[in-house]
């Protein structure tokens, strides 16, 4: 296996190495194929994996996604967190909000906005920043992910309750 070493600039004695992707294996048990990997239930789903298939819903019923604005995403998942909706994600139990502005802001959720917007997932027009939009290409890959029914009975409770935070 071919291996290069990098050394840090300023001679910080640290080593960086790299090695050639053509020499790397990986075991065919290491990486599940999309076949194998079993569905994702509202038990497992993520805050990231929820915002990925709400934004999907919401680019496919073509509704803006707010960016700038980001009162109705805190809205939205802080009426999910409080309420008695079943089923019921536990991250959403997790989440942590604070009120120290005029609504609840969760850091988590702004973080992953601003993350998805900063990898190019989701892209927001310049000069405003107003609202986001997700590439139809994305959406279609997001929306690939094996999930069992359970979650697919939350996202649609969660269409319901957005139409209020977004104006559906």
């Known amino acids: 296996m071919l ?4 050394a840090a600039p ?3 004695g640290m ?7 053509e020499n790397v294996r990986a075991l065919p048990s290491a ?14 789903m993520s ?8 934004a999907v819903r919401m680019h496919n019923s073509e509704v803006e996604m707010p960016f700038k ?3 109705p995403w805190h809205a939205l998942l802080y009426d999910l967190s409080t309420s008695s909706i079943n089923p019921k994600p536990a991250f959403l139990e997790k989440l942590q909000f604070d009120w120290d502005g005029p609504y609840p802001r969760s850091r988590d959720l702004s973080d992953y906005l601003h993350g998805l917007h900063f990898t190019g997932c989701v892209s927001a027009g310049n000069p405003s920043y107003d609202q986001i939009t997700l590439d ?14 359970d979650v697919s009975t939350f996202m649609d409770k969660v269409m319901t309750i957005a139409q209020k935070e977004f104006a559906i």
Do not use: C, Y
């Open 136 to 149: 139809s290409d994305l959406a279609k890959l997001w929306s690939t992910q094996n999930s069992a029914g």
């Open 47 to 54: 805050l990231g994996e929820f915002v990925k298939q709400f």
């Open 31 to 44: 990486i599940p194929v999309d076949s194998e990997r079993s569905a994702m239930t509202t038990e497992d």
């Open 15 to 21: 080593e960086i190495s790299f090695m050639k992707e």
């Open 3 to 6: 291996e290069v070493s990098i």
């Open 69 to 71: 604005d980001e009162r």
């Open 10 to 12: 300023f001679h910080t």
